[in-house]
C-alpha cells in the first residue's frame, strides 16, 4: 500500500514538472500560440459552393481501384468532363473520393462525402482546391437522366447566391502574442 502512495506521489510530481517545463518552454519567447481546428461552415449548398473551388458535371468512365487507408477506403475514378460550373477543371482526369463498402462489398456513401462515384453514371462533384495529380472529390450529387437539368439548375442558383466560406461563430482560431511587462 505505501508503495502504491509513494507512486502515485512521484508520477504526480513527473506531470507537474513536466507541465512546468512544457510551459516555460513554450513562454520563453514571450509569444504565446493558441491554435485549434476551425471546420468550414457547410450548412447548406450556398456554403458548399462557396467552398468549392470547381463544381463540375461529370461522367464516370472508370473506377480504378478502392484502397484501405488509415480506417476508411478511397477510391481512384477515372473522370470525363461535360460542363464546368465553377472554376475549370480538364476534359478528362483521375479523381479519389473517401468512400465506404457495405457487407455485401458495395460502395456506398462516406459520411459527408456524397455519394460515391460509380461508372457509367453522371454527377456533379466539388473539388476543394485546384486539382493536383488526383484531386479529392468532396462533394458529388447524382445527375443522370431527367435529373440533370434539375440539379444542373439547383447548383448554378447556388453558385450565383454562393456564401462566402466562414468558420462557425464559435471557433476562436488565433495565435496571440503574449504581452511583455515593462
Do not use: F
Request: charged content about 20%; aromatic content about 4%; proline content about 6%.
Amino acid at each position: 500500500m505505501m508503495n502504491r502512495a509513494l507512486l502515485l506521489v512521484l508520477a504526480g510530481a513527473a506531470v507537474l514538472c513536466g507541465s512546468a517545463t512544457a510551459a516555460y518552454t513554450a513562454l520563453k519567447d514571450d509569444t504565446v500560440n493558441v491554435s485549434t481546428v476551425c471546420v468550414p461552415v457547410e450548412e447548406n449548398d450556398r456554403d458548399r459552393a462557396g467552398l468549392a473551388a470547381h463544381l463540375a458535371v461529370v461522367t464516370v468512365d472508370q473506377t480504378l481501384k478502392v484502397a484501405a487507408r488509415d480506417g476508411y477506403h478511397e477510391s481512384l475514378s477515372r473522370i470525363r468532363l461535360v460542363e464546368n460550373l465553377k472554376g475549370t477543371l480538364p476534359a478528362a482526369l483521375e479523381v479519389t473520393q473517401t468512400v465506404d463498402r457495405s457487407s455485401a462489398g458495395a460502395l456506398v456513401a462516406a459520411a459527408d462525402y456524397g455519394q460515391p462515384l460509380l461508372p457509367g453514371h453522371r454527377y456533379v462533384i466539388g473539388i476543394y482546391q485546384h486539382p493536383g495529380p488526383t484531386p479529392d472529390v468532396w462533394l458529388s450529387t447524382q445527375a443522370d437522366g431527367d435529373r440533370l437539368d434539375t440539379v444542373r439548375t439547383h447548383w448554378k442558383d447556388a453558385i450565383a447566391h454562393q456564401n462566402p466560406p466562414r468558420s462557425h461563430p464559435h471557433c476562436n482560431d488565433v495565435v496571440t502574442p503574449a504581452t511583455t511587462a515593462s
